[in-house]
């Protein structure tokens, strides 16, 4: 495993061993959520927010399975996991774990979800891995050291726009449809077409990727996109800050990520249908 930071100085020691674990952690992870998906019809599918909105024990055990790594690993780390909640740490890391991210799609037998695996260093983003086992694909980044899918190096260049791209339209229930029906509308109207495939970190993996123009979803937890922003950042795209300080944390907000081609345009699109709903 290398990482390309130019000195190894304490902070970076101890970025590269965590990178490292994290790497290894999300492809165990990965191969557990992908015995549960083979066998999907024997689980029980809780519903959490509504139909819309489910889980089950696959999204629950394969959290507890990274947080025991992470915890082994890093035992003064803090974890903040969608399924099992908050543990506090003294290090000054903490890790912002989605166990499976598009369990929607997971439970319906679609392959686009992930495992996603993000880092804060007080509140400074410095680590995002994303593992898709049904496309055997992980994706990695760490601060300062370039974005991978697979080993291989991303990089955006500005040739991906919203009109000869696709660009990734997020949405749950918790956001007034007439909203997506706005940012659809605005879209379409700029020569542009979406898609969403399920999973809002798959999607922010594939912007860094630049298989996407970009992606926005109005409201989203820090769980579904710190890894992702990540990418996005570490490949040479832009996103839109998310509060990550204190409790706020846990509140969540609109999410945005583009290359460069797209950014602008795309954040324009998304404050015209935010001004809509506040108006
Ligand atoms: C969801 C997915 C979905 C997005 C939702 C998220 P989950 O996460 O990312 O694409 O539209 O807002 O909550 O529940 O599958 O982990
Ligand atoms: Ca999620
Ligand atoms: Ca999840």
Known sequence: ??????????????????FAAAQDIA???GALALDYFRRRRDLTIEIKGGLQDVVSIADKNVE????????????????LGEEHGVDQ???GFTWVVDPIDGTSAFVHGLPSWCVSIALLSGSDLVMGVIRVPCGDESFAAVKGGGATL???????????????????IGANNAVPPEMIGALITGLMARGGNYIRTGSG???????????????YEPSMHAWDCLAGYCLVSEAGGSYRPFPVEGAAILEGGPVLAAGPGAFEELSAL??????LLNS
Do not use: C, W, Y
């Open 150 to 168: 697979n080993g291989e190096a991303l990089r955006l260049d500005s040739s991906k726009t919203l009109q000869n791209s696709l660009t990734g």
């Open 89 to 91: 740490g003294s290090s």
């Open 1 to 18: 495993m290398t990482v390309a930071t130019e000195d190894m100085t304490p902070l970076n020691d101890a970025l590269a061993a965590r």
């Open 201 to 215: 970190a798959q999607m922010l993996a594939l912007v860094a990727a630049g298989r996407l123009a970009g992606f």
């Open 270 to 275: 998304a404050s015209e249908s935010e001004r």
């Open 64 to 79: 507890t399975l990274i947080r025991d790594r992470l915890h082994t690993s890093f035992p003064e780390d803090g974890i």
């Open 27 to 29: 492809e165990e992870a």
